[in-house]
């Protein structure tokens, strides 16, 4: 007995989404409303992206959830449990294998390509937030493409701290037109957008606002000529795969106060090892 | 050389007539100064004149260079356009035009930046050179404005306002709530700067004595019409609108 109809939503508000993401996709970076609806899972899980993966999903689809790079994270869990028992879905934690990829603040390390489409969820899809609260005020100044304020910001942090203090969530511009929020991925993820061969979707559950970037689009960080975007990496390797050019997630090991550095990848680490540590 | 002209300006807030059939042009490098009391409407003419406000009937012409156009054929973004790279305004309040969480070099760096300068150290050395032009340490340029004065924050706004180097600047009562020594300084500053800069300026005052100081021309506003304009030493010594000469009478003499 089938309750629920195929990944969760009604038809027709899958097909609102995908009016939204089409949208989204003719205009790369700029940010489309759309009916969010009430998911059963609260906001701030991933209300946004479910429901754009939900609108994606077909039965031959192959579903990766990731959770700070995790693929064993509560969330990353539920929400993969969640489409199995929705949609019957194949899940999967391999990045290769997967066709749709729904992830919580990383881009997964292996190469992602053409063909697979990966689906952010987002907390906050407004950049201009930082400088004001006022969604008209955005509005008008994402129309009038007027982002000069947005470097009075990145020249304070440089004034006062030598570099850029943005770690993560570093706004870039898209297509030379729309300044887009990645949602909180480290910067050191923002390079793997920039002429990504994969469809990538971003959906803002609570703040019901859709945005995407078609394959192969010109995305760049905000930067100065003379301080060029440089993100920070830990200087280390990770300590279960010895990776030193993947993104690492720092452990307090035990009560001395000792440290380790582990992927955040949990499938590129688990593959390095079983590949022999390569 | 006109460089901006104002025809048949009329503007209403409810019942009261703010501006009633004004004209106005500037010339090239010319400084202007608008006096008159209190809801004369000078300040609804400087914010109609720089496209803050929509006048009810009436235009408002600019020349970009190209001959005299109206400043909003071009749409929102042509006028954006022109208040940021070609005209300047600086606010009566310095408190509420800049940004107080932003250093004093960042506030001067915005207009740069916001006109499309993308190198740090240049836009560091032009606010560094700003700052001492406007006679404030270029020590300070890390410096939050809120630990700065009065008369301070005024000068920090007059070199985030002019380090574009626009073409008109905008001023509404620049010297309001400052005290009168440091009025003399900034208004000594102004003059310098914008004879060395060739601007043009639109200034409002209720102040004869600015107006003398600064002005090539004064218009004199009552209940939104003009009601005398002229070269400034013609105006002040011979007015001949009776409220022209109540206006100049009633200044002590120095």
Known sequence: ?278 | MTLMAAERITRRFGAVAALEDVSLAIARREIVAIVGESGSGKSTLLNVMSGRLAPDSGSVSYDSGAGLAPIGAGGEAALLDLQRRRWGFVAQEPRLALRMNVSAGGNIGERLMVAGARNYGAIRAAASRWLETVEIDPARIDELPRGFSGGMLQRLQIAATLVTEPELVFMDEPTGGLDVSVQARILDLVRGLVRRLGVAVLIVTHDIGVARLLADRIVVMRRGRIVETGLADQVLDDPQHEYTQLLVASVLPA
């Open chain 1, 1 to 278: 007995m089938q309750l629920y109809n195929f990944a969760y939503l009604d038809e027709h508000t899958k097909r609102m989404i995908r009016r939204a993401i089409l949208k989204a996709v003719a205009i790369p970076g700029h940010q489309i409303p759309f009916a969010s609806r009430e998911m059963p899972l609260p906001y701030g899980w991933g209300t946004g992206g479910i429901q754009v993966t939900a609108a994606i999903l077909g039965p031959d689809d192959v579903l990766k959830v990731i959770d700070q790079g995790a693929d064993d994270t509560t969330n990353a869990v539920s929400i993969r449990r969640f489409f199995a028992r929705t949609s019957a879905v194949r899940t999967t934690t391999r990045t290769q294998e997967a066709t749709v990829i729904q992830t919580r603040h990383r881009i997964p390390e292996t190469a992602l390509r053409a063909g697979q489409i990966i689906v952010y969820q987002v907390p906050i899809p407004e950049p201009l937030y930082r400088l004001t609260p006022s969604r008209a005020d955005a509005a008008r100044m994402h129309a009038l493409a007027d982002y000069g304020a947005m470097h009075v910001r990145l020249y304070e942090d440089i004034a006062r701290h030598g570099r850029v203090a943005l770690a993560y969530d570093y706004p870039v511009m898209v297509n030379g037109r729309y300044l887009m929020s990645p949602s909180p991925i480290p910067a050191y993820d923002n390079p793997k957008l920039h002429m990504n061969p994969a469809l990538q979707l971003f959906g803002a559950g609570r703040e019901k606002r859709i945005y995407a970037l078609p394959p192969y689009t010109d995305v760049r960080p905000l930067d100065f000529d003379d301080h060029p975007f440089d993100p920070h990496r830990a200087d280390a390797a990770c300590d279960l795969c010895g990776a030193a050019d993947t993104y690492l997630d720092e452990l307090i090991a035990d009560d001395s106060g000792r440290r380790r550095f582990i992927c955040s990848d949990t499938d590129s680490c688990e593959t390095r090892r079983e590949g022999g540590g390569a």
